[in-house]
C-alpha cells in the first residue's frame, strides 16, 4: 500500500508538473529565467521539425489509445522522451524483425559517416581516373576501407524501412524492401564497391577496365540529397547554403573537368609529351617536359587553372589545345560550361529576388512556428500542421492551383476526366442522372491527407462532402462506456459528410484517416444548389442514405432522414403548385422535368391541376394532363379540379377536363346542388349541369334540387333543371314531390312550368326507351360481399352497380358479380344491419351488403 501511494503521488506531482508546463508561466520573475524557458522553447519546438521524416504514429484507432491514455494522465516531458525512445527504438530496431527505421539514431548517425565517404568517394574517383595508374600503398588501403564501408551500407540497405510513396505509411517487412532496393540502386551501389585498381592490375593495365571507375560517381546521390534536406531545414540560413550549394556543383564540374585534360594528356606515349597541352606548356622560364615526374598537386593545380579559365572563357592563350583529342573535349566543356553558367546565374536571381518553392516553403514554415510557439499549441496538433505543410510542397496535388486561369468549360472536361470514374461508383449517387453527376464533378476539390489526422469530429457542424479517391479512412464512434470504437472503414468509392449536410444535423461519427488519402472535397453550398434543381436525384440520395441503416444509431438517422425527406417534398409540392398558381409554364415544366412529381399535394391536398383549374391556365391544365395527373383528384375540402373551374368560371378548363375524362364527383352532392340552387346563381349552376352534375341528387331529406326550386318559387332555376333531366316524381322523405312545393308556394307560371313536365315525363314512361331508363335511374350503390358486422380483417372490395327498378334484379346482379346462389335466402343489407326490401329505399351512393340468410 505504501508503494501503491508513493507511486500515485508521483504521477500526481508530474500531472501537475507537465500542465504547468503546457500553461506556461506567464507570470516570469526575472528577465533572465524568461529569456531561458523562451529558448529552451524555441530550440526544442526546432527540433521537431524534420522535413524528410514524418513519423507514422497512428496505425489505427487501437494504435492511437497509446497517445490518447499519454494525454489523459498528463505524462511530463522527460518521461515521454524516455518512453517514447525506448518505444521507438525498440519497435523500430528490433520488433519489426531487425529492420531499421529511418529515425533511429544510431541509422542517422551512420548516414552522417557514409555521407563523409561519400564525398571523398566523389571527389577522389576523377583524380584517380586521370592521375593514377595503380593506387599508391597508402592511397590503396584508404580506397579499400572505404568500398567495405559502402559494403556494409549496402548491406543495411535491405533492413532499412520505407515510407511508401501511395500509403504514406511506413513498410516493414523484409521481402517489399529488399525487393524495392533490388530494383533501384542495389546495382550500380554494387558496381561501385568492386575493387577496380585490383581488377586493372590482374587484367593486364587494360585501359577500358579504368573507364568502370565512374561507376562510383553514383554515390554523389547521398551528397545531392543532404543538400536538399538542409535547403529545407529552418535551422540553417537558406540563401548560405543555396550559395554554398552552387560552388560546390561548380568546383566539382571544374575538377571532373580537370582530371579529364590530364588523363587526355597522359593517354599519349612519353616520346609524345610536347604534342599535348601539359608536355607543350613553358609558363615564364619554367617547362612542364616530362611532366610525369613533376609533382602530383602542381599537375592538378595546372590542369585545374586550365579548367577554370577555359570554364570562364578568359583564357589568356599560355594554356591551349595541342592535339585533335583535346580540340574536341575542350569544345565539349566550353558547351556544357555556357549551359552551367546559365544554371549558375538563373540560380543566383532566384536568390535575389526571393521566389523559389523551397523558399516560399520555409518561409511558410517559418511563420507557422512562430505561431505554434506564441500560442502554445500541443505536440500532436504541431506534428499535424508540420505534416500537411511538408505534404503540400512535396505532393503533386497542389498542381490544380496552376488550372485557375484555364476557362471554366475547359476544367469541366478536366474535372470529368479525373474524377467522373470515382463519382460513378460511389453508393450514394446510385441512380442519379448523369447531368446531375456531372454537375457535381464539375464542382470537386481534390485534397490529400497525412495518416492521424481527424477530418471531421463528432457532434460538429459539417459544411463539406467528402468521397474517397484512394485510401483508408475509419469512422469512429464513442461507446457507452465512453471509450473510442471503431464503427466502419471507409475504402475507395466511399463518401463522408452527407448525413449532416442532408439532414442538417451534427456529425455523428469522427473520421480519422489510416493511410495517405486522395479525396475530392464539395462544399455544401454547391451541393445544396444542385440539388434545388435536381429534386427527383434529391429523392434518390435520401432513399440511399436510408438503405443499411440496422443499428440503434442507425435506426435514429433513419427517423431524422425519413423526416428529411417528408419536408423536402413538401417543400417542392409548395414549389409546384406555386409555379401552376402564377402561370409559370417554363418553370413548371423546368420543376418536372428535374424529377418534381405533379401528382404531389400540399398540405391541403391540393394539387397543381386544382390551382391551374381555378386561375383559368389552359396551357398548363393542358400540360398537367399530359404527364398524367389525376383529373378526379380531391383535396381535403372534397373539390375536383373541374369543380374549380366551375367555380370561378373557366368554361374553356372545365370543358378541357370533360374531355379528358374528369367527373363533377362531390361528397354529398345532394346538398351542394340544392345550396347552388337556393343561392339562385344561374349562371353557377348552368355550368355544374352542363358538365355533368347529376340534376336529381338528393340531400338528407330526400329532396332534389327541383324540390328547392319549387318550393323558393324560383322559375327560371326549376327550367335549367328539367332541361338537365331532373324528375318531377321524386319524392322527399315527408312523400312531396316538387310540384307538391310549387303549389304551395303559390308560383303559377312555375306550377304550370311542372304539370307541362309531369305530363312530359309520363308519356315516356309509358314507352320507355333505354336512354330514358338509363335518366330516370342514374342512381348507384357499391355492394360489398359480407355482414356490415364483420371484423375487418374479414372484409373484401365491393362493386359499384346502377340501382335497377327493382330488388330482385340488384340482388341477382350483385350475386352474379360475387359469384352467390341467386335464391330466396340472399338479401341486402344496409350499414345499420337493416333488411332492405325495396329500391326506393335506397340513397345514391349508399353502401350496401350482400348477405346470406345463414350468415
Known amino acids: 500500500m505504501n508503494d501503491v501511494g508513493k507511486n500515485n503521488k508521483k504521477v500526481k506531482v508530474t500531472v501537475e508538473e507537465d500542465d504547468e508546463k503546457r500553461r506556461g508561466n506567464k507570470m516570469t520573475t526575472t528577465d533572465s ?71 533511429n539514431r544510431w541509422y542517422r548517425l551512420w548516414t552522417k559517416f557514409i555521407l563523409v565517404w561519400a564525398v571523398y568517394s566523389s571527389f577522389f574517383t576523377p583524380m584517380e581516373f586521370g592521375f593514377f595508374r595503380g593506387l599508391p600503398e597508402n592511397l590503396f588501403i584508404l580506397d579499400i576501407i572505404g568500398q567495405l564501408a559502402f559494403l556494409v551500407d549496402i548491406v543495411l540497405q535491405f533492413f532499412l524501412a520505407y515510407r511508401d510513396s501511395q500509403t504514406y505509411r511506413m513498410v516493414y517487412k523484409r521481402t517489399p524492401i529488399a525487393l524495392r532496393y533490388l530494383k533501384t540502386d542495389f546495382i550500380f551501389d554494387f558496381l561501385g564497391c568492386m575493387p577496380w585498381d585490383i581488377i586493372f592490375k590482374v587484367c593486364g593495365n587494360r585501359e577500358e577496365v579504368r573507364y568502370l571507375l565512374w561507376i562510383r560517381l553514383y554515390r554523389v546521390r547521398k551528397v545531392t540529397e543532404f543538400f536538399h534536406n538542409l535547403e529545407k531545414d529552418i535551422r540553417v540560413n537558406y540563401i548560405i547554403t543555396r550559395i554554398v550549394k552552387l560552388l560546390v556543383v561548380e568546383l566539382y564540374c571544374t575538377h571532373t573537368a580537370a582530371c579529364i585534360f590530364y588523363y587526355l594528356a597522359t593517354t599519349l606515349p612519353e616520346s609524345q609529351e610536347e604534342y599535348t597541352w601539359i608536355g607543350s606548356l613553358q609558363l615564364g622560364g619554367y617547362s612542364y617536359q616530362h611532366f610525369r615526374e613533376i609533382d602530383l598537386w602542381k599537375r592538378y593545380t595546372t590542369s585545374l587553372y586550365f579548367a577554370i579559365v577555359t570554364m570562364a572563357t578568359v583564357g589568356y592563350g599560355d594554356i591551349h589545345a595541342v592535339n585533335l583529342r583535346e580540340m574536341i573535349f575542350i569544345m565539349i566543356y566550353v558547351s556544357f560550361d555556357m549551359v552551367l553558367g546559365a544554371y549558375l546565374i538563373g540560380n543566383m536571381t532566384a536568390l535575389i529576388v526571393k521566389g523559389s518553392k523551397t523558399e516560399k516553403f520555409r518561409d511558410k514554415m517559418t511563420d507557422l512556428m512562430k505561431y505554434m510557439n506564441r500560442n502554445r499549441l500541443g505536440r500532436d496538433i504541431r506534428e499535424q500542421i508540420k505534416g500537411h505543410l511538408r505534404l503540400q510542397f512535396e505532393s503533386s496535388y497542389t498542381e490544380a492551383a496552376v488550372l485557375q486561369e484555364i476557362p471554366i468549360s475547359i476544367r469541366s472536361k478536366i474535372s470529368q476526366t479525373l474524377y467522373l470514374p470515382c463519382i460513378q461508383m460511389v453508393p450514394l449517387f446510385k441512380g442519379c442522372s448523369s447531368e446531375f453527376i456531372n454537375q457535381i464533378v464539375t464542382r470537386l476539390h481534390e485534397e490529400f491527407f497525412l495518416p492521424g489526422e481527424v477530418i471531421m469530429e463528432q457532434g460538429n457542424v459539417v459544411d ?48 480519422r484517416v489510416c493511410e495517405l488519402c486522395r479525396l475530392l472535397r464539395l462544399d455544401k453550398q454547391s451541393f445544396t444548389n444542385i440539388l434545388d434543381i435536381y429534386f427527383y436525384d434529391g429523392r434518390k440520395i435520401l432513399n440511399n442514405l436510408l438503405e443499411g441503416k440496422e443499428t440503434s444509431r442507425g435506426k435514429q438517422l433513419e427517423s431524422d432522414i425519413t423526416f428529411h425527406i417528408g419536408k423536402q417534398e413538401a417543400e417542392l409540392a409548395l414549389k409546384v403548385n406555386s409555379a401552376a398558381f402564377n402561370g409559370d409554364l417554363y418553370q413548371l415544366k423546368g420543376l418536372v422535368r428535374a424529377g418534381a412529381d405533379p401528382n404531389k399535394t400540399d398540405y391541403d391536398g391540393r394539387s397543381p391541376l386544382h390551382l391551374a383549374a381555378s386561375r383559368g391556365y389552359e396551357d398548363i391544365t393542358l400540360f398537367l394532363i399530359q404527364e398524367g395527373v389525376d383529373v378526379n383528384v380531391s383535396d381535403n375540402f372534397g373539390n375536383t379540379p373541374l369543380l374549380e373551374a366551375v367555380k370561378s368560371g373557366h368554361d374553356r378548363v372545365a370543358s378541357l377536363l370533360v374531355r379528358e375524362g374528369a367527373a363533377m364527383k362531390i361528397e354529398d352532392g345532394g346538398s351542394f346542388l340544392c345550396t347552388a340552387v337556393a343561392r339562385g346563381d344561374s349562371d353557377y349552376l348552368k355550368r355544374l349541369l352542363s358538365n355533368g352534375m347529376d340534376p336529381n341528387l338528393k340531400d338528407y331529406d330526400y329532396r332534389s334540387p327541383l324540390h ?20 318531377v316524381f321524386t319524392k322527399d322523405r315527408w312523400g312531396k314531390t316538387p310540384l307538391d312545393e310549387a303549389r304551395m308556394s303559390g308560383n303559377k307560371n312555375l306550377i304550370k312550368l311542372l304539370e307541362d313536365a309531369k305530363s312530359a315525363q309520363l308519356s315516356d314512361l309509358l314507352c320507355p326507351t333505354q336512354e330514358l331508363t338509363d ?45 352467390f346462389p341467386s335464391d330466396s335466402c340472399v338479401f341486402i343489407l344496409s350499414e345499420d344491419a337493416g333488411k332492405i326490401t325495396d ?17
Open 33 to 103: 529565467s524568461s529569456s531561458t524557458s523562451s529558448t529552451e522553447s524555441s530550440s526544442s519546438d526546432e527540433r521537431e521539425y524534420e522535413v524528410q521524416d514524418l513519423r507514422d504514429r497512428l496505425k489505427s484507432s487501437r494504435g492511437s489509445r497509446f497517445d490518447l491514455i499519454e494525454n489523459e494522465f498528463g505524462l511530463n516531458s522527460a518521461r515521454r522522451k524516455f518512453s517514447r525512445q525506448a518505444l521507438l527504438d525498440g519497435i523500430r530496431g528490433i520488433s519489426k524483425g531487425a529492420v531499421i527505421h529511418p529515425e
Open 464 to 511: 463539406q462532402l467528402y468521397f474517397v479517391c484512394h485510401g483508408v479512412l475509419e469512422l469512429v464512434g464513442t461507446a457507452e462506456d465512453g471509450t473510442e470504437e471503431t464503427v466502419s472503414l471507409l475504402e475507395p468509392n466511399s463518401s463522408f459528410g452527407e448525413i449532416s449536410i442532408l439532414c442538417n444535423i451534427p456529425q455523428p461519427y469522427t473520421v
Open 708 to 727: 328547392v326550386a319549387a318550393a323558393e318559387g324560383l322559375y327560371f332555376m326549376a327550367k335549367l333543371l328539367l332541361e338537365a333531366g331532373a324528375s
Open 775 to 819: 335518366k330516370m335511374h342514374p342512381q348507384k350503390c357499391t355492394v360489398f360481399p359480407f355482414h356490415p358486422w364483420d371484423p375487418k380483417d374479414h372484409t373484401k372490395h365491393g362493386i359499384v352497380l346502377w340501382i335497377p327498378h327493382t330488388i330482385e334484379e340488384l340482388i341477382k346482379m350483385a350475386a352474379d358479380q360475387f359469384e
Open 839 to 855: 329500391v326506393d329505399m335506397i340513397k345514391d351512393g349508399q353502401k350496401l351488403y350482400l348477405v346470406h340468410q345463414t350468415h
